[in-house]
């Protein structure tokens, strides 16, 4: 079951925040961020685990809503460094430890 | 910082043949994925392996796919009888354990079916 995303693109001036956010309709155990520039590979941001915790790399944190089902990426005084796209991919509790099932991803642009 | 390293980069085939792409994961890796991602969409898993055997393959992942551990440090995907569908970038990944653990991904390499 593929994870929704929201929003697909947001725009942002250098210096303001957003917040991306990554739901599913099934019990969730792990939820993991990634950054992608154009033509480039995925790369790691964080993983959150089901328990709600939060987690911070520099400037950018997540938190993961059990109840919900729906892990949420902050992105705080956004840099120039911070465009790209945003994909959460999910494993499902009770599901496979391997695979990750992306979302469609979240496009940000942060411009001067 | 250990990377995982694809090659070739850019692979250009003719529809029906045969490719193979190639992956050399992190050293003290254990899980190694394939990963593919058509122009503008979503990245899609293929498949997984650990202790030299799939553990895991999606749909997608049908008879045209294999893949193979052939010594201690390569990994590689073939596709046979290529098709102009599967033209897309297909990543690499590989984490040291499944679940928990984060899955690090190779520079990827685009494949283009003529």
């Known amino acids: 079951q593929q994870p929704v995303q929201s929003p697909q693109a947001v725009i942002l001036r250098e210096g303001e925040d957003a917040v991306i956010n990554c739901s599913s309709s099934?019990?969730?155990?792990?939820v993991h961020w990634y950054r992608q520039k154009h033509g480039e590979a995925p790369v790691f941001l964080m993983i959150?685990?089901?328990?709600?915790e939060q987690k911070g790399h520099e400037k950018i944190s997540a938190s993961f809503n059990e109840k919900k089902q729906q892990s949420s990426l902050y992105l705080t005084a956004s840099q120039l460094s911070y465009s790209g796209t945003y994909f959460c991919?999910?494993?499902?509790?009770?599901?496979?430890?391997?695979?990750?099932?992306f979302g469609k991803g979240t496009l940000l642009t942060v411009n001067p | 910082e250990p990377e995982v390293t694809q090659t070739p980069s850019h692979q250009v085939t003719q529809m029906g043949q045969e490719v193979i792409l190639r992956c050399v994961p992190i050293?003290?890796?254990?899980?190694f994925y394939w990963y593919r991602q058509i122009l503008g969409q979503k990245v899609e898993f293929l498949v997984s392996?650990?202790?030299?055997?799939?553990?895991?393959k999606s749909e997608i992942f049908d008879d045209q796919f294999s893949v193979e551990r052939p010594d201690g440090s390569n990994f590689t995907l073939k596709i046979r009888s290529t098709k102009l569908e599967d033209s897309a970038m297909y990543f690499c990944?590989?984490?040291?354990?499944?679940?928990?653990?984060?899955?690090?991904f190779g520079d990827g390499t685009r494949l283009s079916i003529l």
């Open positions: 990944a590989s984490s040291y354990a499944g679940g928990n653990q984060p899955q690090h």
């Open positions: 099934k019990a969730l155990y792990s």
């Open positions: 392996f650990y202790n030299n055997e799939i553990s895991e």
């Open positions: 050293s003290n890796h254990l899980y």
């Open positions: 991919g999910t494993q499902q509790s009770g599901g496979s430890n391997y695979k990750l099932t």
């Open positions: 959150l685990l089901k328990g709600g």
